[in-house]
């Protein structure tokens, strides 16, 4: 019998050690999450996270992880969500090309708050955790990057919430069967709108909230509550029926585990906007030095070809 995506992917996730992944996927990932960091250090101090940050903290007095850029903690979830906003409140963070999803905002978050809680996490558990994070959420996403947008759905709130399960499922200890419940629970967690991209504070909090699934689906997997096993390929409200109508590549998302890793396609960005938008303004800023003495009032018109999606965030 063919086994499920969610079988596959679950088999990764108990079975892969530290001293199986490759040293530069380690080193990538290091740049990947320090990058994330600086991001989510520099994001706290927008005006739209002291609201958010101040709301969340309001609604509990559990001081489980800490809050970046502060000396506050908050509870394991509320840590979760502020932190993983933070990443994404100036447009700094990273993206995974193909799957259109900037990873760390939509996980980092959560597994450095739910490691901050256990408090006995060693380095390489915490490495290999963040590893499957970053690596499941962009499996689950590269197929169907473009697919997900043109649906309406947010791509990282959409799958990032697998990626957060793939390492709090890892934290636990759980084996292949209780990972895969608690991925299939997680992912009623998934989505998000694409029109939260233009003009709306909230864009910042989708990401991160969404994997608020990864912390309840593993902790009742682990107490022996059940998820959807086929969560992925369901042709009744699955997760690739519903956010891609079923276009996919499963060969993409769970072949070659441990072989080809698809986190080496999180690229970081140089500036703080869409980064499809990248291209344009690096060719904007050499035409500029190449030609010092062209000014504004030269210039007619610019021409700029790019993707429709892509047309749609620059018109917001």
């Not at 609201?51 to 969340?56: A, E, F, G, S």
């Not at 760390?104 to 809680?117: D, H, R």
């Amino acid at each position: 019998m063919v086994k499920t995506i969610n079988e596959q992917l679950s088999e990764f996730i108990v079975g892969l050690r530290y001293e199986d992944i490759p040293k530069d996927v380690i080193a990538h990932l290091k740049d990947v999450m320090l990058d994330n960091l600086g991001c989510g250090l520099f994001g706290s101090t927008t005006p739209w996270m002291a609201i958010y940050r101040k709301v969340l903290m309001e609604r509990t007095d559990r001081k489980e992880a800490s809050i970046w850029g502060t000396d506050l903690k908050t509870s394991v979830t509320g840590a979760m969500m502020i932190n993983g906003a933070s990443i994404n409140s100036f447009e700094l963070d990273d993206t995974h090309t193909d799957g259109i999803i900037h990873v760390g905002t939509g996980v980092l978050g959560c597994i450095t708050a739910f490691a901050e809680m256990l408090e006995s996490v060693s380095g390489r558990e915490f490495l290999t955790a963040a590893t499957l994070a970053y690596e499941v959420a962009c499996r689950v996403a590269a197929p169907v990057g473009m697919e997900i947008a043109h649906q309406g759905f947010n791509n990282t709130g959409s799958c990032c919430p697998f990626g957060s399960t793939a390492a709090v499922s890892k934290f636990l200890g759980l084996d292949a069967e209780q990972t895969k419940h608690a991925m299939g629970i997680a992912g009623n967690w998934a989505g998000g709108l694409q029109a939260v991209q233009f003009t709306s504070m909230a864009k910042r909090i989708v990401p991160s909230r969404s994997s608020e699934g990864a912390i309840v689906g593993a902790l009742l997997a682990k107490e022996g509550f059940t998820g959807i096993e086929d969560v992925f390929e369901n042709e009744f409200g699955g997760f690739y029926h519903c956010f891609s109508n079923h276009v996919y590549d499963k060969e993409r998302v769970c072949g070659d585990l441990g072989n080809r890793w698809e986190l080496m396609g999180i690229g970081l960005k140089y500036y703080s906007t869409c980064r499809s938008k990248h291209t344009t303004i690096g060719g904007l800023r050499r035409f500029m030095k190449e030609n010092p003495d062209i000014t504004p009032g030269d210039i007619e018109k610019i021409t700029v070809h790019t993707t429709s999606i892509t047309q749609k965030y620059a018109l917001s």
